[in-house]
């Protein structure tokens, strides 16, 4: 998170999600941090810096914020680790209150990102009763509409 809050202090440009995240003290937290380009720059950089990152700190402030939290939900943008990693969280606590899932992944193939809401309700994830939703499609075309219609 902070280092997101980082990012977004720096990008300096109003159309950069990490700005108003930053900009607003919203968390963004990215569980695979340290993987891909990101994270190799991050590694480079701490090569020759005194520079270190707690991968474990965001995931004590999630938990917290969802025990914490008297209902909890979600707007799922594709699948992997993201997903993962925010109903993997809610299970400990009954499930997701509110789900909104977001992707072009095929069910059939297995996969987690594949996987539908009524899937993650079997294992807990997901509350039995929660309004919850899975959007068949591509995310640059859906997300925006989503949010053009809450405006």
């Known amino acids: ?3 997101c809050w980082e990012m977004g202090r720096r990008i300096c440009g109003e159309d950069s999600i990490l700005y108003w995240a930053a900009e607003n003290e ?15 720059q991050l590694w480079l950089f701490s090569q020759d ?17 969802i025990f914490e939290s008297e209902k909890t939900g979600a ?5 992997g680790i993201s997903k993962h990693h925010v109903i993997w969280w809610n299970q400990f606590k ?14 059939w193939d297995g996969s987690l990102s594949g996987a ?25 075309v859906i997300l925006p509409l989503m949010v ?3 405006l």
């Open 94 to 107: 009954g499930g997701l209150d509110y789900a909104v899932y977001i992707t072009t992944a095929v069910e």
């Open 148 to 150: 053009a219609s809450l």
């Open 1 to 3: 998170r902070e280092l």
């Open 26 to 40: 919203i968390p963004v937290y990215v569980p695979g941090l340290t993987d891909g380009a990101v994270g190799y």
């Open 116 to 140: 539908r809401l009524r899937e993650a309700v079997s294992w807990g994830k997901v509350k039995e009763t929660a309004s919850r939703v899975t959007i068949e499609g591509d995310a640059t």
């Open 75 to 79: 707007l799922i943008v594709g699948g």
């Open 49 to 65: 810096h005194k520079f270190r990152i707690n991968v474990l700190k965001d995931e004590q402030e999630l938990n917290d914020l």
